[in-house]
């Protein structure tokens, strides 16, 4: 019984000795660092760290820190903590740095690095230093695409009136088209403005105008601009939901609706085949009207096909003998 105790004091006494060596015990390296590092945080990582040791003796970078002591325990065991303002609860900070990313707008918790890039508020949303436009990871941003460079785009809306020929800067709406988002004034204002630069107008026609033809409020300032100066209205007929017969019936105005559309295609022997055409049909209906462009090539056309139009019977008057006609037909 006595030797089973000396042995277990032995070892006890063996175990002391190698702890004595190393130059460390837990509580007095705790201790240490805790009063060191004050009134930091404790230091909370693997303990373990202290207490291993290196091949042949050689300390861990916690030991070497301990035994150096100073700054270099205290940076090693409680560096310094970045104080990291962040107002707007975004997880983004003002002062970058330790803190991360720098919050350019700690008041608006929208706005930060991690933000998408907004293209049309004029904010630099992400705090990348560039704004909207600038900026080529923004979304939203208007594309107005002008490969004619003539002022309008293929786009429209608010990159302006359409240009539905984006190819030949020739073709667009011009600079004071009528559109649906104007006032009943200002539609009054323009079309009274263009019939003013015509000398002797006694009709009109709409060129392109598919969306304001179909558009009953838009067409009544144009109407009534026509029946108090006694003019007509040729309808185009670019859809097939036009409110032009609607509304030029309320404000009796005489219309009627093109047949043809001679040079939609500008060849010349393409708008031949159109012009014949539009003969069948006035052979058909009694009556045809065909509407064009001044184009070379239209002209052109013209001069080759109406003297055998006339050496055909077929007999070409204004469409204003037209509506005279219809008007006669309708006994009034």
């Excluded at 042995?7 to 240490?32: H, K, P, Q, Y």
């Excluded at 002062?95 to 720098?102: A, I, L, S, T």
């Amino acid at each position: 019984m006595k030797k089973k105790i000396l042995s277990c004091l032995l070892v006890i006494v063996g175990l002391s000795l190698t702890a004595a060596t190393d130059g460390f015990t837990f509580e007095s390296f705790g201790n240490r660092v805790n009063s060191a590092c004050a009134p930091a945080q404790p230091f909370t990582d693997d303990c373990m760290l202290c207490h291993t040791s290196g091949s042949k003796g050689d300390g861990t970078p916690a030991q070497t820190a301990y035994k150096q002591g100073g700054t270099a325990l205290t940076d090693f065991f409680c560096p310094p903590v970045a104080s990291c303002t962040d107002f707007d609860n975004d997880t983004y900070a003002i002062e970058g740095g330790d803190c991360g990313p720098v919050d350019c707008d700690d008041t608006d918790g929208a706005i930060n690095p991690g933000a998408t890039e907004n293209c049309s508020d004029n904010i630099d949303n992400n705090c990348n230093g560039l704004v909207d436009t600038q900026d080529p990871v923004a979304v939203g941003c208007l594309v107005c695409t002008d490969s004619d460079a003539d002022g309008f785009s293929a786009e429209g809306g608010d990159c302006g009136p359409v240009d539905c020929d984006d190819t030949d800067s020739a073709v667009n709406p011009g600079a004071e088209a009528l559109f649906v988002k104007y006032s009943d004034a200002e539609i009054r204002r323009r079309f009274d403005q263009f019939l003013a630069k015509i000398p002797h107008v006694t009709g009109s026609n709409n060129h392109m105008g598919s969306r304001f033809t179909e558009d009953a409020r838009a067409l009544a300032p144009v109407m009534e601009s026509l029946q108090e100066k006694g003019l007509f209205f040729i309808d185009s007929r670019t859809t097939g939901r036009s409110k032009v017969p609607e509304v030029a019936h309320r404000y009796g105005v005489p219309t009627m609706d093109r047949d043809v559309f001679f040079d939609n295609v500008a060849e010349v022997d393409a708008i031949v085949r159109e012009i014949r055409h539009l003969e069948g049909k006035a052979r058909k209906q009694g009556m045809a009207i065909g509407i064009c462009h001044p184009y070379p090539e239209t002209l052109e056309a013209l001069r080759k096909e109406l003297p055998g139009l006339v050496a055909r019977g077929v007999t070409v008057v204004p469409v204003s003998v037209l509506l005279q006609k219809q008007s006669s037909a309708h006994g009034s």
